[in-house]
């Protein structure tokens, strides 16, 4: 299926590695020319040279802290007018209920509610005013399934939720249609954090906790970085015009829900 996106200029926030990366490839693949964000120049780099080698597009970098006013200032002023806007940023650490302070909050919230709104705030006006564009904020899995101890992304992916809920319907008529994608475990080096967490704190290994993790997922595997690039390009496409403030569980069906 050709998705009708080539030569639209997308940015992908926090895309030298995994799920960022995935999206990055993914629509560099349908012909978008990209604007890359990590906070790690070296890794940032090497895959906007790899992407431009594979897939012949423009690839501008940005090295810079999408969570700061600074760094998303540096990263607006060289993506310019994008018709594509993939949010993402590093997840909170996991911890008890009882663990965190306001400071602890306080961060979670710029991380993973805060900085995608301000990102929103000043990119859809413009692509309002050319009458298209497309925003995917990459949520989590925690949204419909509360992941206990990750109880700061739990609350700030909430609220990033609602904010989505209300703003997406009020943009849809002018051509801007914005989505969540939802990740259940992919293997990514959040994935092998995470299973380091549990490997510590149930005293197994590594090979272990990924076993175990793995026996929860009806697919028997983690997602990979490339399957979930595929669903955020699609939402980015032409053909996803009626699609509209959805929050897409992509989980190899881990959430038993039928909803
Ligand atoms: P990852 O493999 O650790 O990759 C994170 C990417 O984001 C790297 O390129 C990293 O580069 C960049 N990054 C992190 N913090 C940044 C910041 N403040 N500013 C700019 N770039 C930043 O993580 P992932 O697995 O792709 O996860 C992406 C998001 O999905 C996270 O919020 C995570 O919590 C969420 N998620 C992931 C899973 C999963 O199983 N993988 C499941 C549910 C939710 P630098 O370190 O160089 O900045």
Not at 24 to 50: P, T
Not at 250 to 259: Q, S
Request: charged share 20%.
């Amino acid at each position: 299926m050709d998705l009708g996106i080539s030569g639209k200029r997308a940015l992908v926030c926090a895309s030298s590695k995994g799920l960022g990366r995935g999206c990055a490839e993914a629509l560099a693949a349908e012909g978008v020319h990209l604007v890359m964000n990590a906070r790690g120049s070296d890794a940032l780099e090497e895959a906007a040279a790899a992407i431009r080698s594979d897939h012949g597009v423009e690839v501008t970098t940005v090295t810079a802290d999408i969570t700061t006013e600074e760094g998303r200032a540096a990263v607006l002023a060289a993506a310019g007018d994008v018709d594509i806007l993939v949010t993402n940023a590093g997840g909170p650490p996991p911890g008890m209920w009882t663990d965190w302070d306001r400071d602890d909050f306080i961060g979670a919230l710029d991380a993973n509610m805060l900085t995608p709104i301000a990102l929103m705030k000043a990119l859809v006006p413009g692509m309002m005013d050319r009458g298209w564009g497309r925003v995917v904020n990459i949520t989590s899995v925690s949204v419909k399934s509360p992941v206990a101890v990750l109880g700061l992304s739990n609350s700030a992916r909430a609220g990033l939720t609602g904010y989505v809920a209300g703003t997406s319907r009020q943009v849809a008529g002018k051509g801007v249609i914005i989505n969540n994608l939802l990740p259940g475990i992919h293997d990514t080096d959040r994935a092998t954090a995470l299973d380091g967490g549990v490997s510590k704190s149930e005293g197994i290994s590594m090979e272990a906790a990924r076993t175990k993790r793995e026996a929860t997922i009806p697919v028997g595997r983690y997602g990979t970085a490339a399957e979930f690039g595929a669903a955020c390009a699609f939402l980015c496409s032409a053909h996803s015009g009626f699609i509209v403030g959805q929050n897409l569980l992509l989980d190899g069906g881990a959430t038993n829900a039928t909803l």
